[in-house]
């Protein structure tokens, strides 16, 4: 993310749910930002924690169904990343308890990355795959 925290249209892959994913996580991130900008993570931080969850729930299960449907070749890394994220978010969540502002921070930038990194590289590489395989 460059800092703007605007949503640009080349974010779009045309797959209407993977467009609805990207969104959904951009706005927790945005919303994040925000929240520790004015101080109020502690306020929001259980709607942070309630979106991931749904995020990774909803998401990153059904971005699996469709890797495994169109045979996907590298399913076990791509798995092996959204275990890691799901990892690190129950953890942000112990850290939560001890430490507010830090864990909001150091989650922030971890959320940030996810979005760079896994969003808009890994994901957008496997939404080709799936594109040419007529998904
Ligand atoms: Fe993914």
New binding site residues.
Partial sequence: MDGKYTWKADYNTGIKFIDEQQQYFFNIVSTLKENLSTGVCKESASKIFFSLAHYAEHY?IQ?EIYFKDYHFPTIKQ?KD??KEFIRRVIQFQVDYETDVVETCRTMLDYLEEWFDN??LK??KK?MDYLKEKGL
């Fill in positions: 990153l971005e791509h990343l959204h896994h969003i890994y994901d496997a």
